[in-house]
C-alpha cells in the first residue's frame, strides 16, 4: 500500500446542496421493492442458476410479497429467454407481480426482450446505457451527445416495440447507468430527453433507475444526488425515482436508506444482498431495518431460515453466519454480560406484558423472524452465570435462585475450559446431574419418609440410604426441612443451617413436577445448595436438603 494514496487516488467531490432536506426526514413507509436476484444476483454466480433453481427462487420472491421481479436479461441467451417466456407461457406470475426485463440500449437486443415478453399481462422493460465520464472517455470513445442519442434511440425502440403489443400494460425503465460517478446535470439531461420519447404522465410514470453501479463516495454524498436530481428533473410527479446501490464500500444499505430518505421511491437489490463484486443492497435488511422502527415494510420474512435455505440452494453460496437478521448467529450471545442482560430482558418483557419489544442486544424479536428462543443463548469459556442459567431454563425449566446460578456457573466454566468449546444443553444437564441431582455413591439417598405431628412440632422419619447402608432417621423440627436437618444431625449426617430456599413448578396439569432449591450454611461456615425435583413438592424438598448433605 501506498504511503501517500493521494498520489493515485481521488476523493469524491461533495454535491453542492447546502439546503439539503433528507438529513432531518425519517423513513414512515415501504417504497416499491423490486428484486433483481433472478437477473443481477445470478450474473454473479460462478454456476449462474439453471432453470429448476431460477423457478424456486422466483417462487419464493413472490412468497415473501415482492410486487416487481427483474426475471433476467432475455438477450443474454437461450437459457435466460426461454425461463423468461415460460414463466409467461405457464402462467406462473400472480395477477398482481410485475416482471422485469433488462436490455442494452440496442435495437436487437431491445426487440428480442420484448418477444420474450409475449402474451404477458403485465411487464417492465428496463433500457440502460452508462453516461459517466470515465465510461464515454475510456470504454465508449464518445461525446456527451453522442451517449445521449443512445438513450434516445433506445427510447424510440422501446415505445415502437410496446405499441406493437397493446395488450399488454408495459412500464419502462431507464437507468443511466453509472450515474453515482457522472455529471449531475448531464444525467437528467439523458433522462429527459428519454421522457421527451416516452412522454410519461402521472398515472403512467417512468422509472429512472439511479444506480451506485460502483460505490465510489460515503452514502450522504449519494443522497446529496438523489435529492439534487428529484429536486431538478421536470415533471417529477410522472417519474418513480428508483435505487440501485451496490455495496463496494460496504454501505449499500445505509446508501439505499438515505436515498430513501432523499426522496427515492423505489429500492432495487437482492435477498441477503449477492450480487456482482460485494454485492448488491440486501433487502432483507433493508426491509428489516424499517421493521424495527415500527414500519411495515410490506414484505413477509416471517420464516427467515427458509429464505436463507433457498438462496443457499439456489446460489450455491452460504450465508454468513453474522449477516444481519439472517444469520445463524445473529441472534445469539456468547458473553456473560450480554446474556445477563438478555436474561433479565426476557423476564421484564413478561412482567410487562404491554406488547412493545425492549430486550438488551435484541434489536427485534427472533420470533417474528420464525427463530426460536433457544439459540439466543449459547455458552461457552466467555459465557457466565446468566446464560447458564437460560439454557436450564429452556430446556428443562428451572428456574435457579441467583446464587445457585453463581455456583452451578463455575462448574459449567470448569467444564468448557476442560473441553475448549461450545457446550449444548445436554452438556449442561450433564454437569447439572452429576452436580446436584442424585446419583450412585451419593452418602444420603432417599428411600421413602413420612411426616406427622402438629403445626410447628413436625416429625420426620425417613428410610434413608446412608453410605449404602439403608436405615431409619428422624427427627423434629417446625417445618418438614427443619426435621429432615433435624434427622441428618441426629445420625452421621452434616450440620447444616438453611440460608434461603425456593421452589417452583415445571409444567402446567397433573404431570407437572415441582423444583425445590436450598442454599445452607455447615458449621464450619461453608455454603452448599440442594436441588430436588419430584412430582410432589414435599418430597423434592426433602430431596433438596439431602442434595446439599451430600455436596458437604
Known amino acids: 500500500m501506498l504511503r501517500n494514496p493521494s498520489e493515485k487516488y481521488r476523493p469524491f467531490p461533495p454535491i453542492a446542496l447546502p439546503d439539503r432536506q433528507w438529513p432531518s426526514r425519517t423513513i414512515t413507509q415501504a417504497p416499491r421493492?423490486?428484486?433483481?436476484?433472478?437477473?443481477?444476483?445470478?450474473?454473479?454466480?460462478i454456476d449462474p442458476m439453471d432453470a429448476e433453481k431460477k423457478t424456486r427462487l422466483f417462487d419464493l420472491l413472490v412468497k415473501v410479497g415482492l410486487k416487481e421481479i427483474e426475471v433476467g436479461f432475455p438477450s443474454a441467451g437461450a437459457t435466460e429467454f426461454d425461463f423468461i417466456s415460460g414463466?409467461?407461457?405457464?402462467?406462473?406470475?400472480?395477477d398482481d407481480v410485475h416482471i422485469q426485463v433488462l436490455t442494452q440500449s440496442r435495437r436487437d437486443l431491445i426487440e428480442t426482450s420484448f418477444r420474450s415478453l409475449d402474451g404477458a399481462r403485465q411487464a417492465i422493460v428496463h433500457l440502460y446505457n452508462a453516461v459517466s465520464p470515465a465510461w464515454r472517455k475510456i470504454v465508449f470513445g464518445m461525446t456527451r451527445d453522442e451517449v445521449k442519442a443512445i438513450a434516445v434511440a433506445g427510447a424510440k425502440v422501446l415505445r415502437d416495440e410496446a405499441a406493437k403489443r397493446p395488450d399488454t400494460a408495459w412500464q419502462f425503465e431507464y437507468s443511466p447507468e453509472t450515474f453515482s460517478t457522472a455529471e449531475l446535470d448531464f444525467s437528467v439531461e439523458v433522462c429527459e430527453a428519454v421522457m421527451d420519447v416516452?412522454?410519461?404522465?402521472p398515472d403512467r410514470p417512468i422509472i429512472f433507475n439511479l444506480p451506485a453501479t460502483v460505490e465510489c463516495a460515503t452514502p450522504n454524498v449519494y443522497a446529496d444526488q438523489i435529492e439534487w436530481f428529484g429536486r431538478n428533473i421536470r415533471n417529477r410527479d410522472a417519474v418513480v425515482i428508483s435505487l440501485h446501490t451496490h455495496n463496494d464500500r460496504g454501505t449499500g444499505v445505509a446508501a439505499a436508506e438515505l436515498g430513501m430518505m432523499a426522496g427515492a421511491d423505489?429500492?432495487?437489490?437482492?435477498?441477503?444482498?449477492?450480487?456482482?463484486?460485494?454485492?448488491n443492497c440486501d433487502l432483507v435488511t433493508v426491509a428489516l431495518n424499517m421493521y424495527t422502527q415500527g414500519v411495515d415494510p410490506k414484505l413477509d420474512l416471517s420464516d427467515i431460515d427458509a429464505v436463507v435455505n433457498t438462496i443457499n440452494y439456489c446460489t450455491n453460496l452460504p450465508v454468513h453466519p453474522r449477516t444481519p437478521y439472517a444469520g445463524d448467529l445473529v441472534f445469539t450471545a456468547f458473553s456473560g454480560s450480554h446474556q445477563d442482560a438478555i436474561k433479565k430482558g426476557f423476564v421484564a418483557q413478561q412482567a410487562r406484558n404491554d406488547g412493545l419489544w425492549e430486550v438488551p442486544y435484541l434489536p427485534i424479536d427472533p420470533a417474528d423472524l420464525g427463530r426460536s428462543y433457544e439459540a439466543v443463548i449459547r455458552v461457552n469459556s466467555q459465557s457466565g452465570k446468566g446464560g447458564v442459567a437460560w439454557v436450564i431454563e429452556q430446556d428443562k425449566g428451572l428456574k435457579l435462585p441467583k446464587r445457585l446460578q453463581a455456583d452451578f456457573s463455575r462448574h459449567v466454566q470448569a467444564l468448557a475450559d476442560e473441553t475448549s468449546r461450545e457446550l449444548?444443553?445436554?452438556?449442561?444437564?450433564?454437569?447439572?446431574?452429576?452436580t446436584y441431582l442424585p446419583r450412585?455413591?451419593?452418602?444420603?439417598?432417599?428411600r421413602d419418609y413420612e411426616e406427622s405431628g402438629a403445626a410447628g412440632q413436625r416429625l420426620f422419619v425417613g428410610r434413608v440410604a446412608v453410605d449404602g447402608e439403608e436405615r431409619s432417621i428422624s427427627g423434629r423440627g417446625n417445618g418438614l426441612i427443619s426435621g429432615v436437618i433435624a434427622a441428618l444431625g441426629d445420625t452421621t449426617g452434616p450440620t447444616l443451617d438453611v440460608v434461603d430456599y425456593s421452589e417452583h413448578a415445571i409444567g402446567h396439569g397433573a404431570d407437572a413436577q415441582a423444583a425445590a432449591y436450598v442454599e445452607c450454611r455447615t458449621d464450619d461456615g461453608r455454603t452448599v445448595f440442594?436441588?430436588?425435583l419430584d412430582?410432589?413438592?414435599?418430597?423434592?424438598?426433602?430431596?433438596?436438603?439431602?442434595s446439599a448433605a451430600n455436596r458437604v
Open 266 to 279: 423505489r429500492v432495487e437489490g437482492c435477498l441477503l444482498g449477492n450480487g456482482e463484486r460485494t454485492g
Open 535 to 546: 412430582t410432589d413438592i414435599a418430597t423434592a424438598s426433602v430431596r433438596a436438603v439431602l
Open 33 to 45: 421493492w423490486l428484486s433483481t436476484d433472478l437477473r443481477d444476483g445470478n450474473q454473479a454466480l
Open 87 to 94: 414463466l409467461v407461457r405457464d402462467g406462473r406470475i400472480p
Open 198 to 201: 416516452l412522454q410519461p404522465t
Open 440 to 446: 450412585e455413591g451419593d452418602r444420603f439417598v432417599l
Open 530 to 532: 440442594g436441588v430436588g
Open 424 to 434: 449444548g444443553a445436554a452438556d449442561i444437564w450433564g454437569r447439572f446431574e452429576a
